[in-house]
Each structure stands twice: as C-alpha cells, then as structure tokens.
C-alpha cells in the first residue's frame, strides 16, 4: 500500500502488463479528515458522476454524510483505480450554498416558495403554452449527468405527454457527433469497441481525444500497457502537447478544421499499401469505390501543405495504422468541436472498416463521450432521439415506440427531425417558443456565443425553468428554480461509452427539499395528469426500479436491449454491457464481431445524411443503396472552416478541458483539490507566438473574437503555433460581479461561433478566429496545471500539488480474478473475467 498526491501525480502508480494479459488490481481510496476505512459505517455501491469513463467505485458513509470513496477491484472498467476528479468530487455534495428550496421569480427576485407553489407554476405555464400556442412552444434542455430512469420519463413526457419535438442535452455540445458518426457508418448507435481493447492492441490511434485528461482512468490503463512488455504504439492527433501526445509514437499537431484532409491522407496511403482487408470490405460494406475515388485527390504532399505537417510524419501515421494487426481508435472533442465534425468521425470508422478492425480483441474504435450518462441521452430519446434507437424517420418503428407507450402515433412528434439546441434557442428568440425547462446544466456558460444566449433567455417572453443542484448562472436568471439531489442522493443506473451498465445506490438523504429529478419529473406527469390512449396513467412507473423495468421492455428487441439486466444482476460486482439479455444473459463485450451491423433498412435508426450538407438520405434511396444492411463506408472532401484567420483576427482559437475541471465547475470548483489545482482562466500560446507578441508565462492578455472577448494570464506552452487555447470551465458563479456587458469575460463561450455541423448539429467549439494583446504585464505564473496538457515550457513554474489534502491510498494487487455474480442472477465468466 503506497499513499500519493493524486493532484501531483494524476495516474498514480504503475502497474505493468503485457499483451493479453490482465490488467492488475489496484484501488485507490481518499477519505476525508485523516478517516480510515475502520471508520467509516457502510460503504455504498455507486460510480463516477464526473467523467465518461464509468469508473466503479464505493461511497463511504459516517454519520449520515459521505466521507470518501474507494475504487471497486471487481469491476472491469477500472479494477479497482479512480481518477482525481473521483477522488475529490464528492466534497461538492457538501458544498453550504446548495439549493434546498425551491425558488421562484417576484418582483425581479428569485424567492424561497413551497414545491406546490413552484410546480404549480411550471404546470400552470405549461397548459396555457398548450392551449394558446401549442406543443411546440415547450422545450426541454437535459444533461449528461442523471440517470437512465429519469431521462426515459422525460423522454415519455416530452415526447408523448406534451407533444413537443424540441427535446435535446448538453450532450450536443459534447457528443452528439458520435452518435451522428455511428449511425452513418454502423446504422444505429451503440460503441462497437471494448475497453479491454486496450489490453490487446498493438497499436492504439487518439484522432482529437486527449484521454489522459478526459477519461484519465482508461488513460492509466494505456500507460500501464506502455511501461509492461510489448507495448503499443500510440498516434496522436492533437493541436496541444498533451500528455498523450508526449506519449506517442508519431504525434500529429495538424492545423485545427483539417481533420477530413488529414484523415483522407491516411486513408490514401492504408489504400496505396494494400494495407486492406478486401475479403472484409467486399462481404461487409458498401462503399468502399466512392472512397477509394475521393482519397486518390488527397496524397500526402497536399495533405501535409492543408494540415501543416511534415510529409514524413503523415506516411509514418498512416503506416502505424495501417500495418497494425489490432487497431484500437478512439475519438473526441478535437474531431466532434470542429470543422466537418461528423465528416472527419466516419473517416475513423472509414479505416477501421477498410482494414476489418472491428469486434475481436484489440480491434475496435470508440466514438467517445464526454459525460458519464451521455449513452443514456441518447439510448433513452432524452437528446431528442426516439427511445430504444428507433428511427424517428420509419413510421413502423414510430407505431411500435407508440404501442409500448400506449398511445397512437400521431401523438409521438416524427414530422421532422429531432431539434437541437441551438434551433431552440432561435425559436425561443423569434417568440414561436415560449418554455424552455432545463436540467443539470448551464447554458449561459456552456453555449456558444454567450452574449447572445444572456439575451435570448433573459427575455421576459421567455418562461425558464431550472432544476440543478446549485444557483448556477443560468438558475439565477430562471421564473423557477428546482432543487435537485444528485449522485450519492438518489438510485439510478448509467452507462459508460462502452455500454457498461452500473446501479449507483443512495447513499444520503439530499439536503433540505431538494428531490430527486426523477420524483419531479414524476410529480409534473401526475399534476399535468398524462394519460395513455386507453384512459391509463401515461407514466405508470413510481420510483426507480419500475422506471427500469418500464424502460427494459422499452428496449426489448432493439439493439439496446436490457432485458436481461437488473439492479440484483448491477450490484456486488461489475458493470455489464449492453446489449443483455436471455441469449447474452452476460453482456456483450463487443458489437459487430459476425461481421452483422444494425443497418438493414427496416432495422436502421437512421437512414443517414450527406456528409457535407446533412441532407437527409430518404428510406427509398438508403433502401437502394443498402438492402442486406452492410457497413457503409461514406467518403467525403475537405473544405475550409467558415471562419479563418485574417489579418484583423490571425490566431484559431480552440476551447477544451483540464483534467481537474468538469463542465461549468459547479461540482469541481467546490472540491478544494480540485480547485486549486485549476482554480481560473488562462490563455494558452506557443513559444512563437509568445516572441512575437512580446508576452511571457503570468502577462495577462485580451483574446478576442468577432463575438466579445475574455481576460486571463497567459501560460507558454507546447501548443502549435498559430493556435491560442482556452478553457471553457470557467464562468462567473464564484465572482462578484458577474459578467458586465462590453468587458472582458472570463468564460470562452463569449469568443465561440454560432456554428454548427452539419449532420449532428455539434456547435463549432475549435473553430474561432482570434486576436491576442497585452493587457498588462504579470506578477506571477498563469493558474494553469503543469502536469497536463497546459504544462509550461518555462523552467520555473511551480508545479501542480495537492499536498496531503491530497494524498490518496493506493493498494496495488495482483490481476484481478473472474468475479462471481449474485447466485440470483446469471453467473458472469466472459472473455475478460468480469
């Protein structure tokens, strides 16, 4: 048992393994005020609330409060390990400003009412938008961060209570382009790959996903394949020096927008080579000579002068794909956030098909996500989606969604697609949308274009409804604040990106009046007084477990099956994956391993889009194009950004993660560790660039963009040159005067456009065009972390610590032996001993 500074060292300790082998134990543990484990009282099954990863883990409680967590050595996604944002996060739970009342708007202040009075407003506005104006005047706006239960009620509720097509998540911002990115390659949504592919491949591709700081767990899990025996060789594709592009083999720096050139250069050379599996293409695809045709135009030479890497660097990329026997990709926010999002994503999927990578060990690619309950969003229909993967384009699975819901067809909204946010945000603008109700986030920090969000949702004709955990910038602007319980508080289940499914158990009991977003959503259904077409309560579900249970026989059939699954089954040992069910009582480790895809047209969840206008493909046209329900490989050319650098505005701005932040910091900037480990904004500049504006580490600049501009000290670093970063964690809760209009900001949303891709609807987080000035000279280093991608290139930094506040138990093990289920349930022994 070894005790680290888990800031100082976010990995933690080593633990070397070889190829095919099992990655050992080692559970991590932090409690708080010098606690040891004989301390605490129980000890409470749960997960990671805080990333994508899924990382298992147990909450412990003393005294009614929750002290600390430990990692769960029985789970196959992390065996044991836990990640600083794990680690410290819980402390937010705590925090004395959280919302325990409901608040509601008088005389231009927000005041403390009874939940009657409250909800009675929000039903009172509903039933007037829908006899006035309409379904359509309501809007939902949800997270990634609750549970699969409460996103299937709100799904049911929107879509077949209200009526109402504007239903999305913040996991637009995030995600959405993977979902869009599998539906165009594999027909339907769902991860192909396994995290275990980790432990098999012999080459592991990054395209715009700095993993370290994003799902640092699976991150130690490839650094522990690095420091074993045989390790793999690594290719980053990122504009920054991240600590994975330190750890690569080639690292690929391409100018950010490039992303389809650069992919269509190495799609060149893999096809040049003969670096393809032509039995696979010809059984399991169409496709393939529209791409073959399109990458021909894209030779290294051009690729190189478009991307702004050496020709060298791009052959040896493409060869260390293109030669590897087991390929494992993964894909994020530096491919979804920018220019021809969807486009650039599918040519992953391009290379993964063309080389027959796909569903054995180590063979695999997974569209990431960058919130733990994003899958459920979009599983469940909370992102606008038709529940259970449905096809809201296929009037035969219309009928069978409205047959499990108990209702006609007509009542599920299916006329037209499904509408993202930033549509909603026109509506709400042009008056056709008069209700937005939001959940677990925080649009005026998070959204692009800020200073045009203030003012479409501080209209007076708007109704803006919040139900969050903390007076968060938008809840302060809110008619109606909703107090919500959160992780630790309430029980649910959520799935990580490679489908694991965990239960995480209530723990505590919320603060104050605040409930559960279930029991609200619950509590709006019976006061509305939904019904089925036969007479019968709509929702017919009370608590969690016959949520699930409601939302099982939703998916039943559907490529999400979870049938099989139950809370018995999810509790004592590992997450399972999806799809579960009485011919895999066991999970499914990988998708796609008989060469089989979710596409036939009658199958399909989507009958896919043009990847450079997002025209939608009709069902009689994807019939044509694929009757047996191949693979469909989509090519597509590169074209420039809408928005370049000039003279006026020479740097591309990009906005990211830290690894110690999450989203708007409502969490984690409540978390001590955390916060000081990244506790403001900076402003990240090459070298180069630092030279020629005659700045260094600690002056503090004005970055500006044609939309507003954001103050923050600069910090030099091994970014590319041409490039300026900046943080989007940081808004103005935790200031005192909050954000005056025409002054400089600290949040980056205020530079971003208002741009989106054209087949997910992602906004366009990486595509900017900025100007960087002095402002003043600095009298100490940015606050940004050393031990990430921000790491400075001046020698005289102080690093990153946490100190003993910090320090966590680390009990490395031995490989972790197969896991026996409850004697209840199906008895687990696949593959990877889960």
């Not at 395209?207 to 060789?233: C, I, K, Y």
């Not at 260390?320 to 999002?341: C, I, K």
């Not at 459920?376 to 449905?390: K, S, V």
């Not at 300026?724 to 103005?732: D, I, N, S, W």
């Amino acid at each position: 048992m070894t005790t680290v500074d888990r800031v100082a060292q976010p990995w933690g300790t080593r633990t070397p393994y070889g190829p095919g082998e099992t990655w050992p134990t080692r559970v991590d543990q932090f409690l708080a005020d010098g606690l040891t484990a004989e301390d605490v009282d129980r000890w409470v099954q749960s997960a990671s609330l805080l990333h994508s990863n899924g990382d298992a883990l147990d909450i412990a409680v003393r005294d009614g409060r929750i002290v600390g967590v430990r990692g769960r050595a029985a789970d196959r996604v992390n065996h044991g390990r836990l990640g600083p944002k794990d680690l410290y996060g819980w402390q937010a739970n705590a925090s004395p400003d959280r919302l325990t009342r409901p608040l509601v708007r008088e005389d231009g202040r927000l005041v403390e009412a009874s939940w009657d009075e409250a909800m009675g407003r929000v039903v009172e506005r509903t039933q007037a938008l829908l006899a006035e104006r309409g379904a359509s005047s309501i809007g939902f706006y949800t997270s990634g961060q609750l549970f699969l239960e409460e996103y299937y009620t709100l799904a049911v509720v929107a879509h077949a209570g209200i009526g109402t097509n504007h239903v999305d998540g913040n996991t637009r911002l995030c995600t959405a382009t993977a979902a869009a990115a599998l539906k165009e390659s594999f027909g339907c949504d769902g991860q192909p790959g396994s995290y275990t592919d980790v432990d098999h491949a012999d080459a592991i591709a990054l395209f715009g996903h700095n993993m370290a700081e994003t799902q640092s767990v699976l991150w130690t899990r490839v650094l522990d394949r690095l420091a074993g025996p045989n390790p793999p060789r690594v290719l980053c594709v990122d504009p920054r020096l991240t600590p994975v592009a330190r750890a690569a083999t080639v690292h690929l720096a391409s100018r950010p927008g490039t992303n389809v050139a650069l992919m269509n250069g190495l799609l060149h050379e893999v096809l040049g080579h003969g670096w393809v599996d032509e039995w696979y293409v010809a059984a399991h695809t169409v496709g393939f000579a529209d791409l073959e045709e399109m990458v021909a135009d894209y030779p290294p030479e051009r690729v190189a002068r478009i991307c702004d890497v050496p020709v060298a660097d791009l052959r040896a990329a493409a060869e260390l794909v293109g030669t590897a026997d087991r390929l494992l990709s993964t894909v994020l926010q530096g491919f979804y956030q920018s220019n021809q999002a969807t486009a650039a994503a599918v040519q992953v999927n391009n290379l993964h098909l063309v080389r027959g990578m796909l569903g054995a060990p180590g063979r695999g690619v997974l569209q990431m996500n960058g919130q733990p309950t994003a899958e459920n969003t979009r599983e469940c229909g909370a992102d606008g989606d038709l529940a259970g993967f449905r096809n809201w384009s296929n009037a035969a699975q219309v009928a069978d969604l409205a047959r499990v819901w108990n209702v006609e067809p007509d009542a599920i909204p299916h006329w037209s697609p499904p509408t993202h946010v930033i549509q909603m945000l026109r509506y709400l603008e042009d008056g056709s949308m008069g209700m937005l109700w939001v959940q677990a986030t925080n649009p005026l920090v998070s959204l692009p274009e800020l200073g045009r969000v203030r003012s479409v949702l501080s209209q007076d004709r708007v109704f803006l409804v919040v139900q969050d955990v903390f007076l968060s910038e938008t809840a302060q602007i809110a008619d109606v604040v909703l107090p919500a319980a959160t992780w630790g508080e309430k029980t649910g289940t959520f799935t990580n990106v490679d489908r694991t499914v965990h239960l995480s158990e209530k723990a505590v009991d919320p603060p104050g009046e605040a409930r559960a977003d279930l029991d609200i959503f619950l509590d709006f259904a019976r006061r509305m007084d939904f019904r089925g077409k036969d007479g019968s309560p709509l929702v017919h579900w009370h608590d969690p477990a016959s949520a699930f249970a409601a939302w099982q026989e939703c998916s039943r059939g559907r490529p999400c099956d979870y049938t099989a699954m139950s809370y018995d089954l999810l509790r004592g040992g590992s997450g399972v994956q999806w799809p579960c069910t009485e011919e895999h009582p066991e999970g499914t480790e990988r998708l796609y391993a008989d060469g089989r895809f979710w596409a036939a047209p009658d199958v399909a969840e989507a009958y896919g889009r043009d990847l450079v206008t997002g025209a939608p493909m009709e069902e009689t046209e994807y019939r044509a194009l694929n009757p047996e329900g191949r693979a469909l490989i989509k090519a597509a050319p590169y074209l420039p950004p809408h928005e370049i650098p000039s003279e006026e505005y020479p740097f591309q701005l990009v906005t990211g993660r830290t690894l110690y932040q999450f989203h708007t910091r409502t969490k984690t900037g409540r978390a001590p560790q955390l916060d000081r480990a990244a506790p403001d904004v900076w402003v990240e500049l090459s070298a180069q660039d630092a030279v020629a504006l005659d700045v260094a580490e600690g002056d503090v600049v004005e970055v500006r963009s044609p939309r507003g501009a954001v103050e923050g000290p600069v910090r030099v670093s091994g970014i590319r040159p041409g490039v300026v970063f900046l943080p989007f964690h940081y808004g103005y809760w935790d200031t005192e005067a909050g954000h005056e209009p025409g002054a400089a900001g600290r949040a980056a949303n205020e530079l971003t456009i208002t741009d989106w891709d054209a087949c997910s609807k992602q906004p366009l987080f990486k595509t900017a065009a900025a100007r960087v000035t002095l402002v003043r000279r600095g009298t100490a280093p940015a606050p940004a972390p050393t031990t990430t991608a921000s790491a400075p290139v001046a020698a005289r930094v102080p690093a990153t610590v946490g100190g003993p506040a910090a320090e966590v138990r680390e009990e490395v093990g031995p490989p972790r032996a197969p896991t026996p289920r409850p004697t209840s349930s199906p008895t687990a022994d696949g593959e990877e001993g889960r």
